[in-house]
């Protein structure tokens, strides 16, 4: 591309590729987000005669930005400026489809959806025409330029969803991590070998983790502040058992609550220190029943902490 018959510095043609794929990409990249915007906003609206008449604009303003594009590297002395203006118009329409139904999790800026689309655009037709210009200055034989731009276009849209993945798995372990160890009250857990610590999520001032049995059955068993379950008297265990519908009953000091067919199991098991903890079944139940479970469950023990961070993030 730099390879030009013009007397134009090589240094202004670095610059103007630069001010394209800087710029001029992640601008266009917006454009994909403010049409959905506007066609949700038209549909939702009732006028979906008017999404119809939008597919022209978009056309036309897609190819108005490829040919300003175009026009800019003219200018500038760059070499194959319509093949180059096409690349970099068609990265920066496909990015934010990819982002958005393919990898909503490829997020490496805080910000938004829109702020990474734009960034992610910028950096992948970045690195595209840079892939270009060190494929130019090999000795020949050496493949086109346009093809290696091509090809890192090609492989950054492909690993967009892996990365996506990986980052989703990265904040979830991390969510997890922190509402283990930033939980301020004492954790309840299920002491048995047959049941393993997977999951966890703050819910409602608690602290609820998912464990998974051998068989695949999972029990939620969910930690309250101290603040809000002791209570000399007992009612805590019985809480909402007077509702309609709602079925109590009592067994070995524990509370099992049956809120009718196709509606998890909840029991509910006052601790030796006054703590109440719940273990709420699945729709289909636990294997065992959530009674045989009542003398498993425990308070966490000094140290124990750090074990269930590894288990939840494992």
């Known amino acids: 591309m730099t390879r030009s018959p013009t007397r134009r510095p090589r240094g202004s043609k670095v610059g103007a590729l630069l001010v394209l ?10 454009f994909p987000v403010g049409i ?7 549909a939702l609206s009732g006028a979906i005669q008017w999404v119809l008449l939008l597919a022209p604009v978009i056309v036309g ?40 139904y393919l990898a909503p999790a490829a997020a490496p800026l805080p910000g938004g959806l829109t702020v990474n689309i734009a960034f992610l655009s910028g950096a992948i037709t970045t690195a595209a025409l840079g892939a270009c210009l060190l494929a130019e200055r090999l000795p ?31 904040a979830g372990a991390e969510r997890s991590r922190e509402q283990v160890t930033g939980f ?30 051998e068989d695949g059955a999972a029990v939620h068993v969910l930690s309250w502040g101290d603040s809000d379950v002791l209570d000399p008297r007992g009612e805590g265990v019985r809480t909402g058992c007077d509702f309609p519908g709602v079925r109590c009953r009592e067994t070995d000091g524990a509370v099992l609550m049956d809120r009718g067919p196709g509606t998890p199991d909840e ?3 006052r601790l030796n220190d006054g703590a109440v903890v719940s273990v709420v079944s699945e729709p289909d139940g636990a294997p065992t029943g959530l009674v045989g479970l009542a003398p498993d469950l425990r308070r966490e023990r000094p140290g124990e902490r750090d074990r269930l961070v590894e288990s939840v993030t494992g």
């Open 21 to 30: 794929c800087l710029v001029g990409s992640p601008l266009m990249a917006l």
């Open 184 to 213: 301020e009250h004492t954790i309840s857990v299920l002491d048995h070998p047959d049941w393993t610590p997977e999951d966890v999520h703050e819910i409602n001032g608690g602290l609820r983790i998912t464990y998974r049995h």
């Open 61 to 100: 303003s897609i190819l108005l930005m490829m040919w300003l594009a175009a026009r800019w590297l003219e200018g500038s002395g760059i070499r194959h400026p319509t093949a180059i203006a096409a690349l970099v118009t068609a990265t920066a329409m496909a990015v934010p489809v990819v982002v958005a």
């Open 36 to 42: 959905w915007t506007a066609a949700r906003a038209l």
């Open 267 to 269: 029991l509910r098991v």
């Open 140 to 170: 020949p034989p050496s493949p086109p330029g346009l093809l290696a731009a091509v090809a890192v276009v090609a492989a950054a849209l492909v690993s967009l969803p892996l990365l996506s993945d990986l980052m989703r798995s990265w």
